[in-house]
Protein backbone atom coordinates (compact mmCIF):
# COMPACT_ATOMS: atom_id res chain seq x y z
CA UNK A 1 0.00 0.00 0.00
CA UNK A 2 2.89 2.27 1.02
CA UNK A 3 4.50 1.44 -2.87
CA UNK A 4 1.94 2.29 -4.55
CA UNK A 5 0.61 5.60 -2.60
CA UNK A 6 4.92 6.63 -3.51
CA UNK A 7 4.53 5.50 -6.61
CA UNK A 8 1.17 8.02 -7.16
CA UNK A 9 3.18 10.84 -5.29
CA UNK A 10 6.30 10.26 -8.14
CA UNK A 11 3.73 10.49 -11.00
CA UNK A 12 1.77 13.51 -9.68
CA UNK A 13 5.09 15.18 -9.08
CA UNK A 14 6.67 14.39 -12.61
CA UNK A 15 3.33 15.65 -14.14
CA UNK A 16 3.47 18.94 -12.48
CA UNK A 17 7.20 19.58 -13.55
CA UNK A 18 5.87 18.86 -16.98
CA UNK A 19 2.75 21.59 -17.01
CA UNK A 20 5.06 24.13 -15.31
CA UNK A 21 8.01 23.88 -17.46
CA UNK A 22 5.94 23.67 -20.56
CA UNK A 23 3.59 27.00 -19.58
CA UNK A 24 6.94 28.61 -18.99
CA UNK A 25 8.28 27.50 -22.56
CA UNK A 26 5.38 28.89 -23.74
CA UNK A 27 5.80 32.73 -22.28
CA UNK A 28 9.46 32.48 -23.19
CA UNK A 29 8.73 31.52 -27.03
CA UNK A 30 5.50 34.38 -26.62
CA UNK A 31 8.06 37.53 -25.67
CA UNK A 32 10.63 36.27 -27.89
CA UNK A 33 8.42 36.64 -31.24
CA UNK A 34 7.93 40.65 -30.08
CA UNK A 35 9.59 43.32 -32.11
CA UNK A 36 12.06 44.95 -30.02
CA UNK A 37 11.69 48.22 -31.96
CA UNK A 38 8.09 48.29 -31.49
CA UNK A 39 8.25 47.99 -27.77
CA UNK A 40 10.94 50.63 -27.33
CA UNK A 41 8.46 52.84 -29.35
CA UNK A 42 5.52 52.41 -27.27
CA UNK A 43 7.68 52.64 -24.19
CA UNK A 44 8.91 55.97 -25.20
CA UNK A 45 5.57 56.99 -26.34
CA UNK A 46 3.93 56.80 -23.09
CA UNK A 47 6.94 58.39 -21.53
CA UNK A 48 7.09 61.82 -23.72
CA UNK A 49 5.08 65.20 -23.23
CA UNK A 50 3.19 66.56 -26.07
CA UNK A 51 4.76 70.09 -26.33
CA UNK A 52 3.24 70.58 -29.89
CA UNK A 53 -0.29 70.37 -28.58
CA UNK A 54 0.43 72.41 -25.60
CA UNK A 55 1.64 75.49 -28.02
CA UNK A 56 -0.94 74.97 -31.04
CA UNK A 57 -4.20 77.14 -31.32
CA UNK A 58 -5.99 76.59 -34.35
CA UNK A 59 -9.30 77.63 -35.84
CA UNK A 60 -10.83 76.97 -38.98
CA UNK A 61 -11.43 80.00 -41.22
CA UNK A 62 -15.38 80.49 -40.40
CA UNK A 63 -14.72 79.85 -36.43
CA UNK A 64 -16.61 82.16 -34.34
CA UNK A 65 -15.19 81.20 -31.05
CA UNK A 66 -11.18 80.46 -30.12
CA UNK A 67 -10.85 76.98 -28.48
CA UNK A 68 -7.67 75.26 -29.15
CA UNK A 69 -9.04 72.47 -31.36
CA UNK A 70 -5.66 71.06 -31.51
CA UNK A 71 -5.29 70.53 -27.92
CA UNK A 72 -5.29 67.17 -26.61
CA UNK A 73 -6.34 65.86 -30.23
CA UNK A 74 -2.95 64.27 -31.08
CA UNK A 75 -2.50 60.79 -30.56
CA UNK A 76 1.27 60.69 -31.20
CA UNK A 77 3.27 62.69 -28.50
CA UNK A 78 6.16 65.29 -29.82
CA UNK A 79 9.31 65.13 -28.77
CA UNK A 80 10.41 68.21 -27.17
CA UNK A 81 13.62 68.75 -28.22
CA UNK A 82 14.40 68.13 -31.87
CA UNK A 83 17.11 65.71 -33.22
CA UNK A 84 19.41 67.20 -36.00
CA UNK A 85 18.33 67.11 -39.68
CA UNK A 86 19.50 63.86 -41.86
CA UNK A 87 21.89 64.72 -44.59
CA UNK A 88 20.16 64.94 -47.64
CA UNK A 89 22.42 63.35 -51.00
CA UNK A 90 21.57 63.54 -53.70
CA UNK A 91 19.09 67.04 -53.55
CA UNK A 92 15.40 66.36 -54.39
CA UNK A 93 15.58 69.57 -56.00
CA UNK A 94 18.78 72.56 -54.90
CA UNK A 95 16.40 75.56 -57.42
CA UNK A 96 16.54 77.83 -54.12
CA UNK A 97 20.40 78.61 -54.30
CA UNK A 98 22.05 82.27 -54.14
CA UNK A 99 25.33 83.12 -53.85
CA UNK A 100 26.95 84.22 -50.15
CA UNK A 101 27.48 87.15 -51.27
CA UNK A 102 23.22 88.35 -52.27
CA UNK A 103 22.99 86.38 -49.22
CA UNK A 104 25.13 88.50 -47.28
CA UNK A 105 23.52 91.86 -48.56
CA UNK A 106 20.02 90.92 -47.56
CA UNK A 107 21.28 90.65 -43.64
CA UNK A 108 21.49 92.82 -40.92
CA UNK A 109 24.42 91.95 -38.52
CA UNK A 110 22.82 93.35 -34.63
CA UNK A 111 23.13 91.68 -30.65
CA UNK A 112 20.38 89.68 -31.67
CA UNK A 113 21.33 87.87 -35.10
CA UNK A 114 21.39 88.47 -38.23
CA UNK A 115 18.09 89.98 -39.90
CA UNK A 116 16.33 90.21 -43.26
CA UNK A 117 16.83 93.62 -44.94
CA UNK A 118 16.21 94.68 -48.26
CA UNK A 119 19.47 95.08 -50.05
CA UNK A 120 21.17 98.87 -51.23
CA UNK A 121 19.75 97.20 -55.24
CA UNK A 122 16.15 96.86 -53.57
CA UNK A 123 16.00 92.77 -53.66
CA UNK A 124 13.64 91.58 -50.76
CA UNK A 125 14.48 88.27 -48.73
CA UNK A 126 10.58 87.92 -49.95
CA UNK A 127 11.63 87.88 -53.94
CA UNK A 128 15.48 86.53 -53.20
CA UNK A 129 14.02 83.46 -51.51
CA UNK A 130 10.53 82.59 -53.36
CA UNK A 131 10.74 79.33 -54.98
CA UNK A 132 9.85 78.98 -58.59
CA UNK A 133 6.23 78.35 -59.74
CA UNK A 134 5.11 78.77 -63.36
CA UNK A 135 3.92 82.31 -64.58
CA UNK A 136 1.25 82.75 -67.07
CA UNK A 137 -0.33 79.33 -66.00
CA UNK A 138 -4.31 79.97 -65.30
CA UNK A 139 -5.05 76.69 -63.33
CA UNK A 140 -6.57 77.33 -60.29
CA UNK A 141 -3.58 77.21 -57.39
CA UNK A 142 -3.48 75.78 -53.99
CA UNK A 143 -0.73 76.58 -51.64
CA UNK A 144 0.23 74.37 -48.49
CA UNK A 145 1.59 75.36 -45.51
CA UNK A 146 3.76 72.61 -42.89
CA UNK A 147 3.99 74.23 -39.91
CA UNK A 148 6.06 73.22 -36.97
CA UNK A 149 9.61 72.59 -38.50
CA UNK A 150 12.20 71.87 -35.87
CA UNK A 151 10.13 70.78 -33.29
CA UNK A 152 10.39 67.03 -33.97
CA UNK A 153 13.07 65.64 -35.83
CA UNK A 154 11.76 62.42 -37.15
CA UNK A 155 8.37 64.51 -38.06
CA UNK A 156 10.59 67.50 -39.59
CA UNK A 157 13.13 65.34 -42.00
CA UNK A 158 10.17 63.53 -43.22
CA UNK A 159 8.15 66.66 -44.30
CA UNK A 160 11.70 68.11 -45.68
CA UNK A 161 12.30 65.22 -47.64
CA UNK A 162 9.44 63.39 -48.58
CA UNK A 163 6.34 66.06 -49.94
CA UNK A 164 6.61 67.44 -52.97
CA UNK A 165 8.87 70.96 -53.49
CA UNK A 166 6.17 73.59 -53.83
CA UNK A 167 4.68 72.42 -50.31
CA UNK A 168 6.10 75.59 -47.97
CA UNK A 169 7.58 74.59 -44.89
CA UNK A 170 7.16 76.89 -41.98
CA UNK A 171 10.12 76.99 -38.96
CA UNK A 172 9.87 76.84 -35.41
CA UNK A 173 11.69 79.75 -33.60
CA UNK A 174 12.19 77.30 -30.96
CA UNK A 175 13.82 74.43 -32.98
CA UNK A 176 17.05 73.35 -32.41
CA UNK A 177 20.01 73.55 -35.44
CA UNK A 178 17.71 75.84 -37.18
CA UNK A 179 20.10 76.82 -39.87
CA UNK A 180 20.71 73.32 -40.45
CA UNK A 181 16.89 72.97 -40.65
CA UNK A 182 16.41 75.49 -43.26
CA UNK A 183 19.62 74.66 -45.44
CA UNK A 184 17.96 71.09 -45.58
CA UNK A 185 14.63 72.57 -46.83
CA UNK A 186 16.07 74.65 -49.35
CA UNK A 187 18.09 72.12 -50.64
CA UNK A 188 14.91 70.13 -51.58
CA UNK A 189 12.90 73.16 -53.20
CA UNK A 190 10.73 74.62 -50.03
CA UNK A 191 10.29 77.72 -49.43
CA UNK A 192 10.77 78.41 -45.70
CA UNK A 193 8.97 80.27 -43.29
CA UNK A 194 9.30 81.60 -39.64
CA UNK A 195 6.90 81.69 -37.14
CA UNK A 196 6.17 84.34 -35.07
CA UNK A 197 4.81 83.56 -31.63
CA UNK A 198 1.72 85.62 -30.60
CA UNK A 199 -0.61 86.11 -27.87
CA UNK A 200 -4.05 84.00 -27.73
CA UNK A 201 -6.70 84.23 -25.94
CA UNK A 202 -6.34 82.23 -22.99
CA UNK A 203 -2.76 83.34 -22.61
CA UNK A 204 -1.02 82.43 -20.29
CA UNK A 205 -2.59 79.15 -19.76
CA UNK A 206 -1.97 78.79 -22.90
CA UNK A 207 1.57 79.99 -23.26
CA UNK A 208 3.30 80.37 -27.39
CA UNK A 209 6.94 80.51 -25.53
CA UNK A 210 9.65 83.13 -24.20
CA UNK A 211 9.13 84.76 -27.66
CA UNK A 212 5.52 85.50 -27.92
CA UNK A 213 4.20 89.21 -28.83
CA UNK A 214 2.12 90.57 -26.49
CA UNK A 215 -0.80 92.91 -26.30
CA UNK A 216 -2.21 95.42 -23.34
CA UNK A 217 1.07 96.20 -20.95
CA UNK A 218 3.91 95.06 -22.93
CA UNK A 219 5.81 98.05 -24.53
CA UNK A 220 5.77 98.33 -28.20
CA UNK A 221 9.38 98.22 -27.57
CA UNK A 222 9.14 94.71 -25.66
CA UNK A 223 7.53 93.38 -28.53
CA UNK A 224 9.71 95.01 -31.34
CA UNK A 225 12.62 92.95 -29.28
CA UNK A 226 11.06 89.53 -29.22
CA UNK A 227 10.36 89.97 -32.69
CA UNK A 228 13.66 90.72 -33.42
CA UNK A 229 14.77 87.68 -31.18
CA UNK A 230 12.50 85.57 -33.46
CA UNK A 231 13.98 87.12 -36.88
CA UNK A 232 17.34 86.52 -36.23
CA UNK A 233 16.73 82.76 -35.08
CA UNK A 234 17.44 81.74 -38.57
CA UNK A 235 17.48 83.41 -42.39
CA UNK A 236 16.91 83.00 -45.87
CA UNK A 237 12.65 82.72 -45.41
CA UNK A 238 10.48 84.94 -47.26
CA UNK A 239 7.86 85.86 -44.22
CA UNK A 240 6.38 85.26 -41.15
CA UNK A 241 3.32 83.22 -40.17
CA UNK A 242 1.67 83.83 -37.20
CA UNK A 243 1.87 80.79 -34.35
CA UNK A 244 -1.29 81.24 -32.14
CA UNK A 245 -2.08 84.69 -31.80
CA UNK A 246 -6.05 84.81 -31.66
CA UNK A 247 -5.99 87.91 -29.04
CA UNK A 248 -2.62 89.72 -31.01
CA UNK A 249 -3.99 89.66 -34.31
CA UNK A 250 -7.33 91.26 -33.54
CA UNK A 251 -5.36 94.08 -32.39
CA UNK A 252 -4.92 96.66 -34.87
CA UNK A 253 -3.03 98.61 -32.59
CA UNK A 254 -0.74 96.04 -31.36
CA UNK A 255 -0.37 94.78 -35.21
CA UNK A 256 0.86 97.69 -37.50
CA UNK A 257 4.40 98.35 -35.80
CA UNK A 258 4.65 94.90 -36.64
CA UNK A 259 3.77 94.51 -40.23
CA UNK A 260 5.78 98.26 -40.82
CA UNK A 261 9.00 96.48 -39.83
CA UNK A 262 7.95 93.36 -41.72
CA UNK A 263 7.79 95.76 -44.31
CA UNK A 264 10.89 97.50 -44.07
CA UNK A 265 12.27 94.47 -44.16
CA UNK A 266 11.17 93.07 -47.60
CA UNK A 267 9.23 90.17 -45.76
CA UNK A 268 6.03 88.95 -46.33
CA UNK A 269 3.22 87.67 -44.05
CA UNK A 270 0.74 84.86 -43.70
CA UNK A 271 -2.38 84.86 -41.57
CA UNK A 272 -2.89 81.67 -39.97
CA UNK A 273 -6.59 83.01 -39.36
CA UNK A 274 -6.14 81.41 -35.62
CA UNK A 275 -9.34 83.95 -35.00
CA UNK A 276 -12.24 84.66 -37.40
CA UNK A 277 -11.58 88.21 -35.37
CA UNK A 278 -8.01 88.61 -37.08
CA UNK A 279 -7.03 91.61 -38.58
CA UNK A 280 -3.20 90.66 -39.47
CA UNK A 281 -4.05 90.44 -43.19
CA UNK A 282 -5.88 93.49 -43.21
CA UNK A 283 -3.23 95.51 -41.62
CA UNK A 284 -0.84 93.87 -43.50
CA UNK A 285 -2.28 94.67 -46.89
CA UNK A 286 -2.99 98.12 -45.69
CA UNK A 287 0.84 98.75 -44.89
CA UNK A 288 2.23 97.08 -48.67
CA UNK A 289 3.07 93.59 -47.00
CA UNK A 290 2.45 90.74 -48.95
CA UNK A 291 -0.35 88.42 -47.77
CA UNK A 292 -1.82 85.34 -47.79
CA UNK A 293 -4.55 84.18 -45.36
CA UNK A 294 -4.92 80.69 -44.34
CA UNK A 295 -8.33 79.55 -45.50
CA UNK A 296 -8.73 76.29 -43.57
CA UNK A 297 -6.63 73.42 -41.11
CA UNK A 298 -6.40 70.63 -42.99
CA UNK A 299 -5.54 68.46 -39.84
CA UNK A 300 -7.51 69.31 -37.41
CA UNK A 301 -8.96 65.66 -37.02
CA UNK A 302 -5.76 63.68 -37.38
CA UNK A 303 -7.27 60.71 -39.61
CA UNK A 304 -7.13 60.38 -43.65
CA UNK A 305 -10.72 60.76 -44.42
CA UNK A 306 -11.09 63.97 -42.86
CA UNK A 307 -8.03 65.42 -44.39
CA UNK A 308 -9.14 64.17 -47.51
CA UNK A 309 -12.30 66.25 -47.22
CA UNK A 310 -10.45 69.64 -46.27
CA UNK A 311 -8.05 69.41 -49.29
CA UNK A 312 -11.71 68.86 -50.77
CA UNK A 313 -12.68 72.34 -49.56
CA UNK A 314 -9.65 73.66 -50.55
CA UNK A 315 -10.01 72.46 -54.23
CA UNK A 316 -13.71 73.82 -54.32
CA UNK A 317 -12.16 77.08 -52.96
CA UNK A 318 -9.33 77.17 -55.10
CA UNK A 319 -12.01 76.57 -58.08
CA UNK A 320 -13.96 79.34 -56.93
CA UNK A 321 -11.88 82.09 -56.10
CA UNK A 322 -8.72 80.99 -58.43
CA UNK A 323 -6.27 80.58 -55.65
CA UNK A 324 -6.71 78.56 -51.93
CA UNK A 325 -4.26 77.94 -49.08
CA UNK A 326 -4.23 75.26 -46.22
CA UNK A 327 -2.51 74.95 -43.65
CA UNK A 328 -1.00 71.59 -41.80
CA UNK A 329 1.02 70.00 -39.45
CA UNK A 330 4.47 67.88 -39.76
CA UNK A 331 2.11 64.16 -38.71
CA UNK A 332 2.48 61.39 -40.83
CA UNK A 333 -1.04 60.67 -41.30
CA UNK A 334 -1.17 64.66 -42.41
CA UNK A 335 1.89 64.33 -44.50
CA UNK A 336 1.22 60.96 -46.16
CA UNK A 337 -2.65 61.83 -46.99
CA UNK A 338 -0.97 65.52 -48.82
CA UNK A 339 1.66 63.67 -50.51
CA UNK A 340 -1.26 61.03 -51.91
CA UNK A 341 -3.63 64.30 -52.82
CA UNK A 342 -0.58 66.43 -54.51
CA UNK A 343 -0.56 63.42 -57.10
CA UNK A 344 -3.94 63.85 -57.96
CA UNK A 345 -4.30 67.65 -58.76
CA UNK A 346 -2.59 67.72 -62.48
CA UNK A 347 -5.81 65.61 -63.35
CA UNK A 348 -7.83 67.82 -61.93
CA UNK A 349 -6.82 71.03 -63.07
CA UNK A 350 -4.81 72.64 -60.53
CA UNK A 351 -1.51 73.83 -59.51
CA UNK A 352 -0.02 73.21 -55.99
CA UNK A 353 2.65 76.59 -55.70
CA UNK A 354 4.85 77.84 -53.07
CA UNK A 355 2.84 80.53 -50.83
CA UNK A 356 4.93 83.38 -52.40
CA UNK A 357 2.93 82.47 -55.54
CA UNK A 358 -0.58 83.78 -53.57
CA UNK A 359 0.42 86.57 -52.47
CA UNK A 360 -2.16 89.54 -52.12
CA UNK A 361 -4.25 86.84 -54.38
CA UNK A 362 -7.01 86.53 -52.00
CA UNK A 363 -10.06 88.77 -50.79
CA UNK A 364 -9.82 90.37 -47.77
CA UNK A 365 -12.83 90.18 -45.32
Avoid at 74 to 91: C, F, L, M, S
Avoid at 219 to 244: D, P, W
Avoid at 344 to 354: A, D, H, M, Q, W
Amino acid sequence: MLSSLNSLLVAWALTLIIIVGGVTYLEMTHHSDEDPHETETNNKAGNEGNSLNAKTEDTTDNATHEDDIHQNTDPIPAETKAADPVKIDPPKAARNSLSQEVIDTLLEKTDTGNLPRVSSAGLTPFKAYAGPHPTGDTRPKIAIVITDIGLSGRRSNAAIQDTPSAITLALSPYGSVAKRWVDDARTMGHETLLMIPMEPQDYPRNDPGPLTLLTGKASARHNMQKLHEALGSMTRYIGVINHMGSRFTASSEELRPIMQELRKRGLMFVDARTSSFSRAAAIARGSSVPVAINNGYIDETLNASSIARQLTNLENRARTLGVAVGVARPYPVSVNAINAWATTLESKGFILVPISAVADRQPIR
